[in-house]
């Protein structure tokens, strides 16, 4: 009696252990998603300044209903300089400049931008918005601590003061930054953004997928159904098992002496980058499918051979439609694993500054996984808000391939 109130209490004691361990497990996981979010969250939306502006035909040299090509060719500085002087005129010429510093210093371009979308506006006085400077904006996000000496913040009173006439006069508005999502990188954390990093890894992961799965598809027929057991069937999978542990940066340098150096493949494109991840991902997915391939009962073969199909026609026609669920989680989890290597990328130049949006895998391009790695190592503090939003998308886009995979095993699986 005495050793099964032991054996009880152990028990419990066990329990409690298991609960602890999930629930401290479950506590660091939660505040890492609670840490990115809330340092990322503010990198989906900009700050930005109401001004008037006058779309002088005169400063601008513009004919009357100017082309696109007009407007692209004309200097909006001389536009830029007059309106602030318009808009400031009682402060004085150096005052002004300190102003001005508030604002993108790209302004021109964002009024260009303006007047290329609406060429009504020549010759009349329009109120836009005009996106603000980083350390403006990082301030009225409260990331940044206003009150600290002025000499240790490149922001002075005077242009503090001017801030704050600008929110007691409701000319400072926080934005959806739509910006994010269109532009390539860039040295200015205002205008910065993914969709550089977004289309590079599309382009890699749509190879990636082209080349491995097929392959791994047919390699895991041959071993699984047609191949005899030998010694060189054995060094096949003992092979195979070992490549699904090596390290990812290996892979890296395999596409760098190989694809790089031997075949002369253009450096730092989509291309090279998805067969590179091809390679790393082709033994998860053999691995799957030949599980799948095994899990399918004997009785379908048998039954299938009973009939009069041939050995291609009981593979290709019974036993594999029964294993693509789990071929195709498999798949799924491997392609999960590859969006998130950032050592092969690195090694065949996947890293570079990239400002324009590929639109084929032959341009030079840039993952997610990259470009987070390039954010984290700039100096402004506008880019570490870039990089926790670029891991939250990164996380999304993880969550969801995972819910994928889950909704179609548990779709397509048959209990036997």
């Known amino acids: 009696m005495t050793n099964l109130i032991k054996r009880k209490k152990a028990e419990r004691r066990f329990q409690l252990y298991g609960i602890f361990a999930v629930s401290l497990s479950l506590l660091f996981v939660l505040t890492l998603i609670v840490n990115i979010f809330s340092s990322g969250i503010g990198g989906f939306y900009k700050t930005s300044f109401l001004m008037e502006i006058h779309f002088d035909q005169k400063l601008l040299k513009l004919e009357d209903n100017p082309s696109s090509e007009q407007i692209e060719d004309a200097s909006f500085r001389k536009l830029i300089s007059y309106n602030f002087k318009e808009n400031f005129s009682q402060y004085s010429k150096d005052e002004i400049k300190q102003i001005k510093k508030l604002f993108y210093r790209k302004i021109d ?15 009349q006085k329009v109120e836009l918005l005009f996106t603000a400077s980083t350390d403006i904006d990082q301030i009225h996000k409260g990331n940044f601590n206003r009150n600290i000496p002025e ?41 910065a953004g993914v969709a550089s990093s977004v289309m590079g890894s599309v382009f890699t992961i749509l190879i990636c997928f082209l080349l491995s799965f097929p392959i791994a598809i047919f390699a895991s027929i041959y071993l699984e159904e047609f191949a005899k057991s030998g010694k060189v069937t054995d060094l096949i999978e003992i092979n195979i098992n070992n490549l699904a542990a090596v390290p990812s940066i ?5 596409g760098l002496g190989i694809l790089l150096n031997f075949f002369g493949l253009p450096r730092s494109t989509s291309l090279v980058g998805g067969m590179v991840l091809s390679f790393m991902t082709l033994p998860t997915i053999i691995v799957a499918c030949r599980s799948s391939l095994r899990a399918v009962p004997p009785s379908i073969r048998e039954g299938a051979l009973a009939l009069g199909a041939t050995k291609n026609q009981v593979v290709f026609h019974h036993v594999l439609p029964l294993a693509m669920p789990g071929t195709l989680t498999g798949t799924i989890i491997g392609l999960a694993r590859a969006v998130g290597e950032t050592a092969p990328l690195l090694m065949i130049g996947m890293v570079a500054f990239i400002m324009n949006v590929p639109s084929t895998p032959l341009e030079p391009a840039v993952g997610m996984p990259a470009q987070i790695y390039l954010w984290s190592e700039s100096a402004e ?36």
């Open 109 to 123: 371009k964002e009024t260009q931008s303006y007047l290329l979308k609406n060429p009504q506006y020549l010759n």
């Open 151 to 191: 000499k240790q913040r490149s922001i002075n009173n005077f242009q503090l003061g001017i801030y704050d006439q600008f929110i007691e006069t409701g000319k400072v508005k926080k934005v959806f930054n739509k910006r994010y999502f269109t532009s390539g990188d860039s040295r200015d954390p205002e205008s």
């Open 250 to 254: 290996i892979f890296g340098l395999l």
């Open 381 to 416: 503090r506008g880019f570490i808000e870039k990089t926790s939003s670029a891991i939250i998308l990164l996380l999304i886009f993880l969550i969801v391939v995972n819910f994928v995979s889950v909704y179609f095993r548990k779709k397509y699986e048959k209990k036997w």
